[in-house]
C-alpha cells in the first residue's frame, strides 16, 4: 500500500506510526477525497460569479453554455489564466520582498543583512545595464534595487520590464514582442489577468490564454530578479556536500525545520541558531541546534550553505511525525495547514512567520527585516524551550539519509567548466553537446503531487534520460527528490549515466577538485530558481547564434500540482521549451485550449505542453524531441 | 419455479444530494469504453442514463427503478425491453428507437437518443432505448455514479438484503421490549 503513495523509504517507516496514533497524513485526505470531481478535472467548473456555480457538459448531452453564456472553451480559458497569474503573484511578492530588502540594505536600515556577494551584484547591475564605475556598494544595491523595483511600477505598456530585457536572447524577445506577450510590469499583468477574467469580459479563448503566457512571463521576470537578487545578498551557490531525507534529523539536538519559500528568514534563523548552540546545549541538547530545510526554503540554504533537506513537499508532515522537530518555522507557499496540528500531537512549535500568511493554531512571529535579529531569537528560543518538552518515547527518525552534493548555480556550473577552458568555459559544454556525448539538457522541476507515488515519477524519467547521456538539472521539489534518492551523488552517476555522459561529467568534476564525477543530476535551488536554468540556456543559445527553441533542452514537472508550476510551465513553453507535465492539466474540458497548449504553441513559441502520465513513455518522448532539436540543429 | 427475487435498484438518499452532477458524469464515461479526459478530448456524445432534478424542495439523480412490472418491458413492440439477470433489461439489437418505452415509463428513465461519434448513415438517428443497466458489463463492484457520488448519496439496493437488515433490526427491538415484559411478569 505504502508503496503506491510515495517511492521514500522514511514514508514506510512513518506513516504506520501516524496510522497508529491517529495522525491523518496528505494521503489519507487524498483517499477521503475520491473520487474527485469530473467537472473540476475537465477545468469546465465555472466560479467565478454567484450566478453559478455553472459547468460544462462535456459530453455534449447537457447544458453547453453557463448562465452569461460562457462556453467551456472560454471557461477553461479563464480557469488556467487565474491559476498563472496566481503562480505568477507568489514568485512575484517573494521577489518584492527580496528587492525591498535589497533597498534597505543599501540605504542602511537593515543591520541583519549585508551584500555578501558583491561580485554577484556587480554582475547583476551590469547585466542591467547599470553604471557601477566609481560608485560604492550600496550605491550599487540601490541602484540595482531601483530598475527592479521599476518591473512594479512601470506604466509604459511598450516597454518590457528591466529584467525580462535583460535575460532572454534578441530572438526570443521580438518573437515575444510580435505576440504582444511581453509583461511590462508584473502587477499590472497580473490585474490585468483578474481584470480580463472578471464575468462579461474577456471570453476569446486564444486571447485569454496569451493573456496568461503574458502573465507567465511576468512570473519569469519576478523569478529571475528574486534568484539573482538573494544570490547578492546571500552568496550565489556553490558546490557543497550534504545530505537528505529525514534521517538528518538528530536525536541528540534541536532540531529546527525552516520550511517555505523565502530565504529572507531562514538566513537569519540560521546565523542566530550558530550564536544560541550554548543554550540548545545547556537545555540538554548534546548537539546542539540542527537546521533542516523542508521544500524551497529548504533548497535555498542547502544550497548555499550546505544545511541539510529533511523533506520535499508530500513528507513535510512526516518530518513532524517523527517526533524530533522541536519548531518548524515557515515563510510562504507550499506549507500544508495541517502542519499545526500535527505539531499538537507531539512537542512541535509550527512558528508561522509572514503577516500575510497564518495558520490557526500555530505560533506567530511576525517577523519584519527591521527586526530580523530579533525575531530569529525568539524563533531559536521557542526551539529550545519545546526541545525540553520532547518525549524521547515517541521520538521516530527513519534511518534514511543519503549523500548529495548540490549547489551548481550558473556561476559555479560556469566555474566548474572554466577549469577546463578558462578563456571559454561554455565551450566545452558546446562542444560535447555538438559531438552528441551529451545529447541533450533536461530542466526537472517542479512538485510533489498525490495523483503520483512521492518522486517515483522523477526518478523513473532520470534514470532513464541519464542512461541515454542527457545532462540533467534539477530545482525545487524535483532537486528534493533527487538528493533523497541518492541521485545527486558522484555514485549516481558511474551507475546510471552513459558512457558518454559519464565521461563529460567526470571530465568537468576532476577537473573542477571533486576528485571523481559530477553528481548525475545538478541541483541548481530552488523552484523560484529555474530562472537559473534559463540562463545558462541563454548563454549557449547565444553563443550559437540561435533562439532556446533550436536547442536540444526540455523540461519536466513530471509531478505538478501548484499554480506556481502552471506558470513556470508556461513560461517553459513560452521560451520555446517543450515542457512535460506528468499529472493531468485541468484543461481537458476545452479541445481548443488542449490544441493550443499542446500543438499551436509550437508554432507560435517553439515550445507546448506535452503532456505524458507513464514516466517511462514521457521520457522516451522527451528523448525523440532531444533528436528532433539536434537534427534541426544539424548535429 | 424460479427463485423469486426483486431487481436490486439505485436509491438515492435526497438529504445528501449536493446537486453536483457527479453521477451523472462517472455514468457517462463508464459506458464511454475510455477515461474522462480521453472521453472529453475526442469530443464523443455520450449520455448518463440517470438525470439530476431539483423538485419538491430535494434534489436528487433519477434512474431507472428497475421496475418488477415494467411498463416498458410491456409496452416494447420488438420484444426488446425485458426481464434479464435481476434488472430489466435492453436487447439493443431488437430496439428500432420508436419511443414507446419513453413514453410508458412513469419516471422518465429511458432515453432513444444516439450515443458515441456521429451516426454515418443519414438512414438512422442511431437512436436505441436507454437506460440505467446497473453498469452490468463494465467490470465494477458498484455502480460508477454510487462510486462516483462525493456524498454518498446514492446505494445500489439489494432489497432482499434491505428487508433483512430492517426485519432483524426490528425484531431486535421486540425482543428487547419483551424482555422487559417478562421481567415485569415476573414480578406481578
Redesign the interface.
Known sequence: MTMKLSTDPSAATLLPIAKKEGISTVWDRHRAMQPQCGFGQLGVCCRICWKGPCRIDPFGDGPQRGICGADADTIVARNVIRMIAAGAAGHSEHGRHVALALQGVAEGRLPAYQIRDEAKLRAVAAKLDICTEGRDIPAIAAAVAKATLEDFQNQDHDAPCNWIEATLTKKRLERLQALHVLPHNIDAVITQIMGRTLVGCDADPVNLILGGIKGALADFDGMCLATELSDALFGAPAPVVTAANLGVIKPDAVNIAVHGHNPLLSEVVCEVAGLMDEEARKAGAKEGINIVGICCTGNEVMVRHGIPLAANYLSQELALVTGAVDAMVVDVQCIMPSVSEIGACFHTAVITTMAENKIPGATHVDFKEETALENARRIVATAIEAYKRRDPRRVNIPDFKQTAIVGFGVESVVGALATLNAEDPLQPLIENIANGNIRGIALFAGCNSTQVAQDSSFVTMAKKLAANNVLMLATGCGAGSFAKHGLMTQEATLEYAGESLKAVLTAIGTSAGLNGPLPLVLHMGSCVDNSRAVQVAVAVADKLGVDLDQLPLVASAPEAMSEKAVAIGTWSVALGIPTHLGTMPQVTGSAKVTELLTRTAKDLLGGYFLVELDPEVAADKLLEVIEERRKGLGI | MKRQRENAIVFAYPERCLG???C???C??AH?GTG??Q???S??????RNKVVAAGGVMMPVQCRQCEDAPCAAACPTGAMLQESGQVGVREKNCVGCKVCVMVCPFGAISV?HEGSEPESCRTNGGIARKCDLCAGTGREAPACV????TKALSLVDLEEYRQTLIEARAAELAQSLQHLKSRKARI
Open positions: 453536483c452532477h457527479g451523472e458524469l462517472a457517462a464515461v464511454s474522462l479526459h472521453a472529453a478530448l469530443g464523443l456524445t455520450l449520455r448518463p437518443k462510486e462516483g457520488c462525493p
